[in-house]
């Protein structure tokens, strides 16, 4: 287990980087060497707001790549954010883990990346590492989007994520019913941001079977009806700052990445 090198992989916004590098802290405590990769900007700003108390950066090893925005780019335009990391993170990624592997004895053996970023696991998956797509929000939404390829051949929405009609949809008895309406690629009002967040929801559909584990911030007490559903799903959670040590990392951006 002590020889077992993870490479973590987070997309780089607070709510998804905060859950991971829980998760992170974990892994070294059960006696893992754990990597974790930022986008030099989040870096620059989860540094900052870590207490002067905090050892993270002695557990974990810290290490960054850019997101191919310039410094000008407004981090908040979710588009712009998550079009150029789709762009650059599959060729910084290899670069990264070959660097390592090159440089330390102990390779990475396997990675742990966020579902939003799919080009992580297909980049370890090439590589011929194991790979697990890390879910940070609630299992019944990710089960919401594994099931996107069903909902379009059911004629419950179409081939953009909009709804045919307004209906309650539900998996399974175990599972509460969830209204179209409130699908959380339709929480934006303009249907092109709806048609994007849609194309990055379908992406993440087929990413996580690619994966050898779906790992969810979760537990079967919050969600007992989804994980008995969707056996594939591993509850992890709640992973939250807040129950280490009584302390938070707090906000470090004060920009909000929106639905994702």
């Not at 742990?112 to 609630?138: C, N, S, Y």
């Not at 390829?149 to 045919?164: E, K």
């Amino acid at each position: 287990m002590k020889n077992c090198h993870v490479l973590l992989v987070p997309y780089p916004a607070q709510g998804h980087v905060i859950p991971l590098m829980e998760l992170a802290l974990h892994l070294v405590k059960h006696g893992l060497n754990v990597t974790f990769v930022n986008t030099e900007f989040i870096h620059e700003r989860l540094i900052k707001a870590l207490p002067e108390s905090d050892n993270i950066q002695e557990l974990v090893q810290m290490v960054t790549i850019p997101d191919g925005l310039e410094s000008s780019d407004h981090r908040n335009d979710v588009g712009k954010v998550a079009e150029s990391i789709f762009t650059v993170m599959p060729g910084e990624l290899k670069d990264l883990i070959e660097g390592i592997n090159d440089s330390e004895s102990n390779k990475i053996s396997c990675l742990i990346a966020d579902a939003h970023i799919g080009e992580a696991l297909e980049v370890a998956e090439k590589m011929g590492i194991k790979r697990a797509a890390f879910w940070p929000a609630a299992a019944t939404v990710l089960a919401l989007i594994v099931k996107i390829p069903s909902l379009i051949d059911d004629g419950i929405i179409n081939s953009d994520g909009i709804p045919m009609k307004n209906q309650v949809i539900q998996f399974s008895p175990a599972m509460p019913g969830i209204k179209t309406d409130d699908l959380n690629w339709t929480c934006i009002s303009d249907d092109l941001t709806v048609k994007f967040i849609f194309k990055i929801m379908v992406q993440i559909s087929k990413s996580v079977k690619s994966a050898d584990r779906i790992v969810c911030n979760s537990s079967t007490w919050l969600e007992s009806g989804t994980f008995a559903s969707f056996p594939d799903f591993i509850p992890i959670g709640p992973l939250l700052a807040s129950n280490r040590l009584g302390e938070s990392v707090g906000n470090f951006w004060r920009e909000d990445l929106g639905c994702i």
